[in-house]
């Protein structure tokens, strides 16, 4: 018996039934339907007709666990964001060091700001958002 099983009748007495594991091994992730994930795979390949491209990732998701970025920072931007945090820990944090670290970071998070406003614009046009 599991050990939920076990819980389950030391709990009842031996006098529950015990619940049969569903198919999907009890997982609250939502398959992925062929037409959506066909779509994903077009997606992570690059370019899509008529969208703006996608940046190049420059740093791996390896490095950017090396440099402990938290997951929301880890964009097409963390290549600038992980000498930047390193230049701020040097300089404990001075607000006037790091300057043009952080102009370019913050000008890369705009553009891809930008990408994704265009592409959202696109989609309303052809009906989709």
């Not at 076990?6 to 198919?23: D, H, I, K, T, Y």
């Not at 609250?28 to 992570?44: F, G, H, I, Q, Y």
């Not at 998701?61 to 390193?86: G, S, T, V, W």
């Amino acid at each position: 018996a599991s050990y939920s099983s076990v819980a389950l009748a030391a709990f009842c007495g031996f006098s529950c039934p015990v619940p049969a594991m569903p198919a999907d091994r009890g997982s609250n992730v939502t398959p992925l339907k062929e037409a959506a994930s066909a779509e994903l795979d077009t997606m992570r390949e690059g370019y899509v007709a008529g969208y703006p491209p996608p940046p190049e990732m420059k740093v791996s998701r390896e490095e950017m666990k090396a440099a402990q970025l938290p997951i929301n920072f880890r964009d097409y931007c963390a290549h600038l964001l992980i000498p930047l945090n390193d230049c701020r820990k040097k300089t404990f944090y001075w607000p006037f060091s790091c300057s043009d670290l952080r102009h370019a970071y913050e000008k890369c998070e705009f553009d891809e700001y930008e990408r994704r406003v265009t592409i959202h614009r696109i989609k309303k046009k052809e009906g989709l958002a």
